[in-house]
């Protein structure tokens, strides 16, 4: 009965949370050992071991360091060749990788809704909420259209369409578009991010 009471206590939601939280900011922070200084050193071996610690599989540490690279990191030259290493290092196909770019659009447009760049009658947090949904949607865009992560001469980078998950107009993208990472507004980048707003301590991503 004790033994059961202890399961039962180990396995409700709360915990069940709790102990992805920890295995998610163990993600990071093992990641952070090597990006973007020791970029060279992410090997597969060192990824394979971060899988057998934490139990996730590479698509989903894949998506985890996405996530917090889109809300917690200065969104640069460094950061994008991470992803492109990160990729590398565990191995993921291009479908992969397009499957986890649309995965995370889906998501963020749950969140935040459509790009809306006409704000006017919003209140405060409206406006900045609707700021840190451009920039999310800003920095996808350019991951999805780099051919440096994924080829864009292949019919999977088409398919791999941020604007459609967004309804964005061409207009639209076409302004949220970073054509340079070294001649954009860094502070449109920043959003207004919850640093609760985690995401990845419900389900694996």
Not at 69 to 98: H, I, P, Y
Not at 177 to 182: D, E, K, P, T, Y
Request: with cysteine; glycine share 4%; net charge neutral.
């Amino acid at each position: 009965m004790a033994a059961f009471r202890v399961f039962r206590k180990y396995n409700t939601p709360q915990n069940k949370r709790k102990r992805n939280v920890s295995k998610n900011k163990l993600v990071v922070e093992s990641l952070q050992e090597f990006l973007p200084h020791k970029r060279s050193a992410l090997t597969p071996s060192v990824t394979r071991s971060l899988k057998m610690k934490t139990g996730f599989n590479a698509a989903e540490i894949f998506r985890k360091y996405l996530w917090y690279l889109l809300r917690e990191r200065k969104f640069d030259t460094e950061a994008v060749n991470d992803v492109v290493q990160l990729k590398s290092s565990l191995q993921l196909s291009d479908e992969e990788v397009s499957e986890a770019i649309q995965e995370r659009a889906k998501r963020i447009y749950d969140k935040y809704g459509n790009v809306m760049l006409e704000v006017k009658g919003m209140t405060k947090a409206g406006v900045e909420r609707k700021a840190t949904c451009r920039a999310l949607f800003s920095k996808l865009l350019y991951l999805a259209e780099y051919d440096g992560l994924l080829p864009q001469d292949t019919e999977l980078a088409r398919k791999t369409n941020v604007p459609d998950v967004f309804g964005a107009t061409t207009e639209d993208t076409n302004g949220l578009r970073i054509v340079s990472l070294h001649e954009i507004d860094m502070d449109k980048l920043e959003g207004q991010f919850d640093p609760e707003d985690t995401e990845e301590g419900d389900e694996p991503q």
